[in-house]
């Protein structure tokens, strides 16, 4: 089992940053890559950012190449998202994953809202 719980989420302005953290603990399960997704109202889960939890490398979508930039914290279990230059578009919850071996996100966070104002 893995819990997941993520913090950091606000209100900023257009242009504005925020950091979001997701601390991880996993009891029997071996954690092999953590993720950042977005859910936007009345749109699907979109992949955001992704590290692999040996190797360190990322992964980032198009659209927050350049702006966002994820880390990991072994030590603490703890990923990171930090987010520059946001955008009114980033409007959304966004949620922490864990995955397996194959790389499927079998646990995830509750979710914290990032509202962007214009």
């Known amino acids: 089992q893995v819990q997941l719980v993520e913090s950091g989420g606000g209100l900023v302005q257009a242009g504005d940053s925020l950091k979001l953290s997701c601390a991880a603990s996993a009891r029997t399960f071996r954690i092999y890559t953590m993720g950042w997704f977005r859910q936007a109202p009345g749109k699907k889960r979109e992949f955001v950012s992704s590290?692999?939890?040996?190797?360190?490398?990322?992964s980032y979508a198009d659209s927050v190449k350049g702006r966002f930039t994820i880390s990991r914290e072994n030590a603490k279990n703890t990923v990171y998202l930090q987010m520059d230059t946001l955008k009114p578009e980033d409007t959304a919850v966004y949620y922490c994953?864990?995955?397996?071996?194959?790389?499927?996100?079998?646990?995830w966070g509750q979710g914290t809202q990032v509202t962007v104002s214009s």
């Open positions: 994953g864990a995955a397996g071996y194959w790389g499927n996100y079998d646990y």
């Open positions: 590290i692999s939890w040996t190797s360190g490398s990322t």
